[in-house]
C-alpha cells in the first residue's frame, strides 16, 4: 500500500484547508484511515480516524467541529476538510492506512498557520 498526501500549505488564522491522502489500489481494502500530525519538537498525535467500509469516524478533542475525515470509495481517497485554523494547528501531517494488522505512512504535507 503506498500513499500520497498532498494539500497543505500556507493559510491565516481561521482559514481552511484541504488535505488529501490518495491511496494506491483499492480503497476497499483498507480496514481504516487515519491523519496524524507532528509539530516541532512534539510527538506524532492522533487527529481523525475514518473507518472505510462503514465510514465511522474518530477526532482528536482539539479538531472537534472544525476538521471533518470522509473518503471518496471511487477516488481512493481520504480527505481532512481543516477549518477555522488556528496557529496550533501548525505541524506536517501524515496519513496512515491500516489492513490485515499492518501499518502504512504516507509521506506528510506541512500545514503552516500564521496568526
Known amino acids: 500500500v503506498q500513499l500520497q498526501a498532498s494539500g497543505g500549505g500556507l493559510v491565516q488564522a481561521g482559514g481552511s484547508l484541504r488535505l488529501s491522502c490518495v491511496v494506491s489500489?483499492?480503497?476497499?481494502?483498507?480496514?481504516?484511515m487515519g491523519w496524524y500530525r507532528q509539530a516541532p519538537g512534539k510527538q506524532r498525535e492522533l487527529v481523525a480516524t475514518i473507518i472505510i467500509t462503514s465510514a465511522t469516524t474518530t477526532y482528536a478533542d482539539s479538531v472537534k467541529g472544525r476538521f471533518t475525515i470522509s473518503r471518496d470509495n471511487a477516488k481512493n481517497t481520504v480527505y481532512l476538510q481543516m477549518n477555522s485554523l488556528k496557529p496550533e494547528d501548525t505541524a506536517v501531517y501524515f496519513c496512515k492506512a491500516e489492513r490485515r494488522g499492518f501499518i502504512y505512512w504516507g509521506q506528510g504535507t506541512e500545514v503552516t498557520v500564521s496568526s
Open positions: 489500489g483499492n480503497i476497499l481494502s483498507i480496514d481504516r
